[in-house]
């Protein structure tokens, strides 16, 4: 179903932008199916969104017209308290702004990407390198960063072992941005179905996690598991694979709670962490490194009257590796 989404006016620090591409992130099917707890219907999702600028307010300075630019998951924060001050707005004492489904400045409703403009601060606008295809940048507004940020955290590089678990629209991304930071990368997928991919990605190793010898083989091995998959898992048995200090972060966001076995973490010192996306200098950070190592995400577009199939097919984990909306379909 086709809606119009109003949005506020341009104001003085607004930027006013096309869209051209958005990407369908998982966390798009859990809110709009209510996974997550309640959801402020009518809403438009989205937060994977590259366009162009077509109009700036009139005290904006980081952005022109014509400017290549995207927005990824949070469009403000308070910028007051600690967390923002130091430059991590996701993790805003007060509550950032999501991109959809969140309080607006103005008291309405947030409406994200599967639409053909969006007005955003220009603070929480980020530039898209000319090095990476419209397309092809949307993805890395959340599932890049999303990656990226614990891996620049926890020192993925040179001399560490770094497993991706699952190989769809994230640990795709964490394939690659691990890889290029140096680190021995080794996918930990359910089958080997993807396995020429996930090398040709960067990995070093590929296992299959229905098979229990993988789990005997890899005991002791990782200092960084970076969990991408939105489904429970044997947190016990992956915890077991970290040596000494390794730290599992989960990026992945199941609606069910993770049983947590404390004896695996007393094992060797382990830590079991959450991430989520980055800050805004963060996230510039992130897509000035791909557009330097030539990465760049691996989608599927489609066009706005397929996203209810695209649905069904991420849910399927029918996807190499991430739809991406020619929103020209909706115009």
């Not at 923002?84 to 309405?108: H, I, N, P």
């Not at 955290?153 to 991304?173: C, D, E, F, S, T």
């Not at 390794?246 to 991430?275: C, K």
């Amino acid at each position: 179903m086709r809606t119009t989404v109003e949005r506020r006016a341009v104001g003085p620090r607004d930027v006013l932008i096309e869209i051209r591409y958005a990407g369908i992130c998982h966390s798009d099917i859990h809110t709009v199916r209510g996974d997550w707890g309640k959801v402020p219907y009518p809403l438009t999702v989205g937060h994977e969104i590259v366009g162009q600028v077509t109009e700036v307010g009139a005290e904006v300075t980081r952005h022109s017209i014509g400017d290549r630019v995207g927005v990824g998951c949070m469009v403000n924060s308070c910028r007051e308290c600690d967390n923002c001050k130091a430059g991590e707005e996701q993790y805003c004492l007060k509550g950032m702004v999501g991109t959809y489904a969140g309080t607006d400045r103005d008291g309405s409703v947030t409406q994200g990407g599967y639409s053909t403009h969006i007005v955003v601060d220009e603070d929480f606008v980020l530039r898209v390198p000319e090095a990476i295809a419209y397309e092809t940048a949307a993805p890395l507004l959340c599932a890049g960063i999303t990656t990226y940020s614990p891996l620049a955290h926890w020192k993925a590089g040179p001399g560490r072992n770094v497993a991706v678990v699952g190989m769809g629209g994230l640990g795709h991304m964490a394939v690659k941005i691990a890889a290029a930071m140096g680190a021995e990368v080794t996918v930990l997928s359910q089958t080997l179905g993807k396995k020429d991919d996930g090398l040709a990605f960067g990995a070093a190793h590929y296992y299959a996690t229905s098979d229990p010898a993988t789990f005997e083989k890899l005991a002791n091995t990782f200092d960084l598991i970076i969990n991408t998959v939105s489904a429970p898992i044997d947190m016990g048995a992956y915890l077991r694979l970290l040596r000494l200090d390794g730290t599992l972060v989960a990026v992945g966001a199941p609606p069910e709670p993770l049983p947590v076995q404390v004896f695996a973490l007393f094992g060797a010192r382990r830590s079991f962490a959450g991430s989520s996306i980055g800050g805004i200098a963060e996230t510039q950070e992130m897509l000035d490194f791909c557009a330097e190592h030539g990465i760049s995400a691996q989608v599927e577009v489609i066009s706005a009257d397929e996203v209810n199939e695209a649905y069904e097919r991420v849910l399927k984990s029918d996807v190499r590796y991430r739809f991406v909306i020619d929103i020209d379909t909706l115009r």
